[in-house]
């Protein structure tokens, strides 16, 4: 499966963003979609994941309560980022692979990347 993510931009603290991944090549229902994210000098660490089949989401607790995943059809996913602080900049990266997991190398397929920088 081939992952496009979009949607990165330039916003202020407390304003908000809207990524999105389109999944082609075959279909993702028995896949785990992720976000995972990474700043400069930082290892990618996990944001978010959503269980295709069951609907069961994952957050981290850095963006629990202001961010969420969602299916947008049947082969695009959403991360809608709320209340965004300095420290979500990083680089962000949706992710497909068979396990519902916190972590990259269980992830078989990357997107190319999209860029969220959040101004003070």
């Known amino acids: 499966v081939q992952l496009q993510a979009c949607g990165g931009g330039l916003v202020q603290a407390g304003g908000s963003l809207r990524l999105s991944c389109a999944a082609s090549g075959r279909s993702i229902g028995m896949y785990t979609m992720a976000w995972f994210r990474q700043a400069p000098g930082k290892e990618r660490e996990f944001v978010a994941f959503?269980?295709?089949?069951?609907?069961?989401t994952n957050y981290a607790d850095s963006v629990k309560g202001r961010v969420t995943i969602s299916k947008a059809n049947a082969d695009t996913v959403y991360l809608q980022m709320n209340s965004l602080k300095p420290e979500d900049t990083a680089v962000y990266y949706c992710?497909?692979?068979?396990?519902?997991?916190?972590?990259?190398?269980?992830?078989?397929?990357w997107g190319q990347g999209t860029q969220v920088t959040v101004s003070s």
């Open positions: 959503l269980r295709w089949s069951t609907g069961r």
């Open positions: 992710a497909a692979g068979i396990q519902a997991s916190t972590t990259p190398r269980d992830y078989t397929n």
